[in-house]
């Protein structure tokens, strides 16, 4: 958990910093909020309290009432130069949106609001995010504005091209999306750090078998699991393979991307990549049986009332690998089951493939599971059973690697620690973060 402090400045997409705090502090970070007078005629302070329960300040001669603290800090005994100290208290500083008027204020050291002051009180890293109308953006003033900050340090993210929040605008100008801002942010918080130097290895989507040239047998993974865990590993510092079967889905950047189609090339890079990785993550939906025969063309309909199909039993690709686990590896597999034997024939799954971890899913329950935005979970150690509750997969993601830290940490179970009753907690995605 990391504490962010945001900066708001004027503009239509004030109202898309709500969204950041929302996001931030549901990935554990604890934020405070200052204001420029004018974004206050864009988005009030109440919101920003009531989503961080803190104080905003908007001017440097507002008393802060909690003393430069940030949620779940204690507040000083003394009362300090209050504009200054939530700065100085900051682990990263975001301002964002950031306008056209506050990014020259900025480029040239002014300081005349509580915004302004902070950027330049402050020594934590400087993250600034533009959003503006696209000829304001693309003015030459602006552009050599955000060079400056650039050469200093600041990281600019976006913004992105597209609908604009104003009306009827397109162009260049737009805020990057809350979720990217936050990522950045964590990426220069080294929150990630926790898991620099790891190498991880995940796989993702559903494999295809082919039957003929143009039909094969799918499921119905999309890939969206295994792609947040990858994001949340890199956001954490890892390195990170995605072996992708079939994914249609944009891949995060910085990511060692490997796309297959089969089983069998699903088995074959992860054949290569494995005696590598530190973690292993294997979210894909890999095929049990696959055709015995691919027919070259098309299968013709002409003639027939129905058709049998030889199935032979693909490689198992985890137990293949486990098979082969050197010391220190941790191998997290996972089980979309239906219905209420699920827990028990994922705790089977984990012993007899030899895993340290299987995350259990219900596919019957509703909302979660495939190709949705959401997941509900139960993650099985040798001696632990967490329940994370319904919540995007970004959090889910963060609650599994959370069990996986704890495992690295020594503090959980390990494989063949099953001597002991398994303890059960019931959790709501990302309660900590280690
Ligand atoms: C309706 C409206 C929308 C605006 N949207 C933006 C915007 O998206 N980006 C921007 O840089 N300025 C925008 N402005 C202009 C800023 O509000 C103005 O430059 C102001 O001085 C910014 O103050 P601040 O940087 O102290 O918050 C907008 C103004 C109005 C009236």
Request: with cysteine.
């Amino acid at each position: 958990m990391s504490r962010i402090l945001l900066g708001v400045t004027g503009g239509i997409a004030a109202y898309k910093s709500l969204e950041f705090v929302r996001l931030a502090d549901a990935a554990g970070h604890s934020v405070r909020v200052l204001q420029t007078p004018t974004s206050r005629r864009f988005v009030g302070s109440a919101s920003f309290e009531a989503l961080t329960g803190a104080p905003v300040l908007v001017s440097e001669f507002d008393e802060d009432p909690a003393r430069g603290a940030f949620p779940g800090q204690q507040p000083p005994g003394h009362r300090p130069l209050h504009h200054l100290e939530l700065v100085h208290n900051a682990e990263l500083y975001v301002i964002a949106p950031a306008s056209a008027n506050t990014i020259a204020k900025l480029a040239h050291g002014l300081a005349d609001n509580v915004v302004t002051t902070a950027a330049l009180a402050g020594q934590c890293p400087l993250v600034v995010a533009p959003a503006m109308n696209a000829n304001m953006y693309e003015h030459s003033a602006t552009q050599v504005n955000l060079t400056l900050l650039r050469e200093r340090g600041v990281t600019i993210v976006g913004p992105d091209a597209g609908k604009l929040a104003s009306r009827g605008e397109h162009g260049v100008g737009r805020l990057a999306d809350p979720a990217v801002i936050l990522e950045e942010c964590e990426q220069l918080l080294g929150a990630s750090g926790s898991w620099h130097g790891l190498r991880v290895l995940v796989t993702a989507g559903g494999t295809r078998e082919p039957i003929d040239s143009v039909r094969f047998l799918g499921n119905r993974s999309s890939g969206r699991m295994g792609l947040a865990l990858a994001a949340a590993a890199h956001r954490r510092g890892a390195d990170v393979t995605v072996v992708a079967a079939n994914v249609a889905l944009p891949v995060p950047e910085n990511i060692d991307l490997r796309r297959v189609c089969t089983a069998a090339e699903l088995a074959a890079v992860c054949e290569q990549e494995f005696a590598k990785c530190d973690v292993l993550l294997m979210a894909a939906a890999v095929a049990d049986f696959r055709p015995v025969e691919a027919v070259e063309g098309k299968l013709k309909k002409a003639g027939r009332d129905r058709m049998l199909l030889e199935l032979e039993a693909t490689t198992d690709v985890l137990s293949a690998l486990a098979a082969r686990r050197s010391t220190g590896q941790i191998l997290v597999g996972f089980a979309a089951e239906h219905g209420e034997h699920m827990l028990d024939y994922a705790r089977s799954k984990l012993e007899s493939k030899n895993l340290d971890v299987v995350v259990a899913n219900d596919i019957s329950s509703p909302g979660a599971g495939f190709d949705v935005e959401d997941n509900e979970v139960v993650v099985l150690t040798g001696a632990d059973e967490v329940h994370l509750e319904l919540a995007s997969k970004r959090e889910i993601a963060d609650g599994i690697l959370d069990v996986v830290t704890r495992l690295r940490q020594g503090s959980g179970a390990t494989v063949g620690d099953d001597g002991r009753a398994p303890v059960r907690h019931c959790l709501r995605a990302l309660p900590t973060r280690l």
